[in-house]
């Protein structure tokens, strides 16, 4: 069901946050630089939050990753007394490697997914499939064995299944365990970049770069000028991007060294 009328302010409010926060970038470069930098005994000083999260996308043309993005996101809805809960979502790669917010407006409940660039709330409803318009997707959500499954697709792509997660919310608490331990997973083995301007998406990670629009997809070499090309189509620093490679290059070398024993 729609809102009802007492709560139709809260959710076109919820929608135009949301509209604006999508246009912030995925990216794990300040990800990797500050794990390379500050990463040590204290977890917890590794972990962007809200303030570093919104001024380095000012300064930078920084965004995060899914669990920064989150609780940035969060951070701007709590003071609109928006209420919303974390979930964790299982990927092909990992269980409760991705997170999202459920928002409860209205005796409805929708899904908010910064880390996906969502700019739309996707209503999560038993009875019927539900399809949502992402401007440069469509994505979709169905329930199924005790788990919303969310998939995306567009007239140039098939639909895929993205994740899964349990309607029941976790604690803040377990938000930020997983969230420390999101620094230890593979994909901080190599940079990705996501970002939506208009209805295209443009995708980067490792060397391969691809801009995708509801009708089409067209691969970028981003070999010959990767700060170049980078800053052009993600609007981020070329200096951050090349401070992201010396950590990355960094960090790998760390995990190459023999332990002491």
């Not at 069901?1 to 919820?14: G, R, V, Y």
């Not at 809200?50 to 380095?56: G, H, I, Y």
């Not at 809805?77 to 991705?98: E, S």
Request: charged letters at 25%; one cysteine or more; hydrophobic letters at 35%.
């Amino acid at each position: 069901m729609m809102p009802t009328s007492s709560s139709e302010k809260d959710f076109s409010l919820l929608r135009e946050v949301l509209a604006k926060f999508a246009c912030i970038p995925y990216e794990n470069l300040s990800k990797i630089i500050k794990f390379a930098k500050e990463g040590g005994p204290d977890p917890a000083n590794i972990l962007r939050k809200p303030s570093e999260v919104f001024e380095d996308h000012e300064k930078y043309g920084l965004g995060g990753t899914c669990f920064s993005l989150t609780y940035a996101l969060k951070s701007l809805l709590d003071p609109l007394h928006i209420r919303t809960d974390y979930v964790l979502a299982d990927m092909k790669w990992g269980r409760r490697v991705h997170c999202a917010l459920v928002a409860r407006i209205g005796g409805g409940e929708y899904l908010i997914d910064p880390g996906y660039l969502f700019s739309e709330p996707l209503a999560l409803r038993h009875t019927e499939k539900r399809v949502i318009s992402q401007k440069f997707a469509f994505a979709s959500v169905q329930y199924r064995e005790g788990q919303w499954n969310l998939y995306t697709f567009s007239p140039a792509l098939q639909p895929k299944w993205r994740y899964r997660f349990s309607p029941d919310p976790v604690t803040e608490n377990e938000f930020f365990f997983h969230w420390r331990e999101s620094f230890f997973q593979k994909s901080m083995n190599h940079l990705c970049i996501s970002r939506v301007s208009g209805e295209a998406q443009a995708f980067f990670a490792r060397d391969f770069m691809r801009v995708t629009t509801p009708s089409s997809k067209k691969n970028i070499n981003v070999k010959r000028d990767p700060e170049k090309t980078i800053e052009e189509y993600f609007g981020i620093h070329p200096q951050m991007y090349q401070n992201a490679r010396e950590a990355l290059n960094a960090l790998k070398g760390e995990k190459r060294e023999p332990s002491a024993g």
